[in-house]
């Protein structure tokens, strides 16, 4: 039986959720990767792949030192779910990109039908930022994490 839900990986929830908490929580201030673990209760060793392929993107810079830790790279409006999804998971395909993928073996198959989807798609995740996560965790009234003890990276 099939599932009725489209399933997003662990690993991009995982994604989208710490560099929200960096975001929500860290308001410009480092916060180490073991607060976010446990704060969001993502497993240390998956986190620090995660931060790892967050860096390389791009998304995410490290600070060494007393009070280090990671920040965001870029102002939080500045980074889209796309970004994030994509520094994870690799990137979505164009629809020129699909189109040059499919099958030709199958001529009645609707070929622009996957593209059409995947722009939609990109589009979507383009337009959610984190700072339009944040305004919304605001305004929800989810609760900030209480400043904690200084950590080093």
Same mark, same amino acid.
């Given at each position: ?56 993107a ?14 965001? #790279? ?7 779910? &796309?970004?994030?999804?994509? @520094?994870? !998971?690799?990137?979505?395909? =164009? $629809? ?27 589009? #979507? ?5 984190i700072?339009? &996560?944040?305004?919304?965790? @605001?305004? !929800?009234?989810?609760p900030? =994490? $209480? ?7």
């Amino acid at each position: 039986m099939h599932s009725a839900y489209m399933r997003i990986s662990q690993q991009a929830r995982y994604a989208i959720s710490s560099v929200f908490d960096l975001a929500y929580n860290g308001q410009g201030k480092p916060v180490q990767v073991r607060v976010i673990s446990k704060r969001q209760r993502i497993p240390l060793r998956f986190l620090e792949q995660i931060f790892q392929r967050l860096r390389k993107a791009g998304v995410i810079e490290g600070k060494r030192g007393p009070g280090g830790g990671y920040v965001l #790279s870029h102002k939080p409006e500045d980074i889209s779910l &796309l970004t994030v999804l994509e @520094a994870v !998971e690799g990137r979505i395909a =164009s $629809e020129s990109e699909l189109g040059q993928a499919n099958d030709s073996r199958v001529d009645f198959r609707p070929r622009f039908v996957w593209g059409l989807m995947t722009n939609s798609l990109r589009s #979507s995740l383009e337009q959610i930022t984190i700072e339009s &996560l944040v305004r919304r965790a @605001a305004r !929800e009234a989810v609760p900030r =994490s $209480e400043p904690g003890s200084m950590y080093f990276i």
